[in-house]
């Protein structure tokens, strides 16, 4: 890991893996949240499933967090190292005519977009460890869908949710094709489908989060 996080280079490689990852963790989240607009005891189910797996709860879920932190201390350093690189601006350089804004400041959408973690683990993974390893409850199968229903009561949290995915939207609009290209997928055939497909999922994916959390506002 040293060794690949030596060079700009390879630290855009292990960014890229890191990203991947999380795409495919995204859809998984989103995917298992959704059930909680279709059925109260399916989302039980998979919930109490996924807090209570050992392979889960000891090998995916701190490989998550792993990745997560990874992907933005690297996203961070290398902004420094580009900024670093090119401390003055070019006077007549025109970024929007070369560039999408969203490229340009990936690390403000990053920054923002993190800021929302921390809000979702205040929300939700630090009440579920209090809860099973603190206070020490027995599991209960029923508890799951009650809890997320309850946490979207105020409008104003439903607002920050909806503000968030849309900057997550933003940002993996960028972060989608630029994952590819750093580890090398670069085909005049193959790019502009995975293009499309990275744009559909920017919105598709975003969408789907912001739609439970206003499901949830208004069927209080």
Same mark, same amino acid.
């Given at each position: 890991?040293?060794?690949?996080?030596?060079?700009?280079?390879?630290?855009?490689?292990?960014?890229?893996?890191?990203?991947?990852?999380?795409?495919?963790?995204?859809? *998984?989240?989103?995917?298992?949240?959704?059930?909680?607009?279709?059925?109260?005891?399916?989302?039980?189910?998979?919930?109490?499933?996924?807090?209570?797996?050992?392979?889960?709860?000891?090998?995916? %879920?701190?490989?998550? *967090?792993?990745?997560?932190?990874?992907?933005?201390?690297?996203?961070?350093?290398? &902004?420094?190292?580009?900024?670093?690189? =090119?401390?003055?601006?070019?006077?007549?350089?025109?970024?929007?005519?070369?560039?999408?804004?969203?490229? =340009?400041?990936?690390?403000?959408?990053?920054?923002?977009?993190?800021?929302?973690?921390?809000?979702?683990?205040?929300?939700?993974?630090?009440? &579920?460890?209090?809860?099973?390893?603190? %206070?020490?409850?027995?599991?209960? &199968?029923? #508890?799951?869908?009650? &809890?997320?229903?309850?946490?979207?009561?105020?409008?104003? =949290?439903?607002?920050?949710?909806?503000? +968030?995915?849309?900057?997550l939207g933003l940002h993996l609009a960028?972060?989608?094709?630029?994952?590819? %290209?750093?580890?090398?997928? #670069?085909?005049?055939?193959?790019?502009?489908?995975?293009?499309?497909?990275?744009?559909?999922?920017?919105?598709?994916?975003?969408?789907?989060?912001?739609?439970? +959390?206003?499901?949830?506002?208004?069927? %209080?």
């Open positions: 890991m040293a060794g690949l996080t030596s060079s700009t280079i390879g630290r855009k490689y292990a960014m890229a893996l890191s990203a991947m990852f999380l795409l495919i963790f995204l859809v *998984m989240h989103m995917s298992t949240n959704m059930t909680s607009v279709f059925s109260e005891d399916a989302f039980n189910n998979a919930s109490h499933f996924m807090g209570y797996n050992p392979a889960v709860q000891y090998l995916l %879920q701190p490989v998550l *967090m792993i990745a997560v932190i990874f992907h933005f201390v690297m996203g961070f350093v290398l &902004e420094v190292k580009n900024n670093k690189a =090119r401390p003055v601006k070019y006077a007549n350089n025109n970024g929007a005519a070369n560039s999408s804004w969203m490229s =340009r400041n990936m690390i403000i959408s990053g920054a923002v977009v993190l800021a929302f973690l921390a809000l979702h683990f205040y929300d939700f993974y630090f009440p &579920e460890m209090n809860y099973k390893y603190i %206070q020490g409850n027995t599991p209960d &199968e029923t #508890r799951y869908w009650a &809890e997320l229903h309850h946490k979207f009561h105020d409008i104003w =949290r439903v607002l920050l949710y909806v503000v +968030a995915f849309v900057l960028h972060g989608f094709q630029s994952s590819f %290209q750093s580890i090398g997928a #670069r085909h005049p055939k193959y790019t502009p489908i995975i293009k499309a497909f990275g744009n559909w999922y920017s919105i598709l994916i975003p969408l789907g989060f912001i739609f439970i +959390a206003i499901f949830h506002f208004v069927t %209080q």
